[in-house]
Nanobody
Framework: QVQLVESGEGLAQAGGSLRLSCAAS?????????MGWFRQAPGKEREFVAA??????????AEYADSVKGRFTISRDNGKTVSLQMNSLKPEDTAVYYC??????????????????WGQGTQVTVSS
């Protein structure tokens, strides 16, 4: 089994910054898993935010939703931790953010159906 533990819940003003982190553990977890972030706002469906895709060795590529490109940065540390640096926050970024992990091989890092493991969710609130 794989466990994902998120941290970094917070409140920020528009234009501000927050950082979320997610640590993976468990016997079956491997650094070749895709790890990503999704979010769900009240009354809306869960949507893709950003993900890291394993490219071999300790190399990962990053993918972003258009809505966060240029503002958010995802990073993978030691293969087991994924962080999301969120800058220039907007009120529409308010949502519960979920960390997710997908065993290799996983073809589509932006598709939540490809992820087998999920964190408990962490609230991000951006005030105007």
């Amino acid at each position: 089994q794989v466990q994902l533990v998120e941290s970094g819940e917070g409140l920020a003003q528009a234009g501000g910054s927050l950082r979320l982190s997610c640590a993976a553990s468990g016997r079956t977890f491997s650094s070749n898993y895709n790890m990503g972030w999704f979010r769900q706002a009240p009354g809306k469906e869960r949507e893709f935010v950003a993900a890291t895709r394993w490219r071999g060795g300790s190399t990962y590529s990053a993918e972003y939703a258009d809505s966060v490109k240029g503002r958010f940065t995802i990073s993978r540390d030691n293969g087991k931790t994924v962080s999301l640096q969120m800058n220039s926050l907007k009120p529409e970024d308010t949502a519960v953010y979920y960390c997710a992990a997908a065993p290799w091989p996983s073809s589509d890092a932006t598709n939540d159906l490809k992820y087998d493991y999920w964190g408990q969710g962490t609230q991000v609130t951006v005030s105007s």
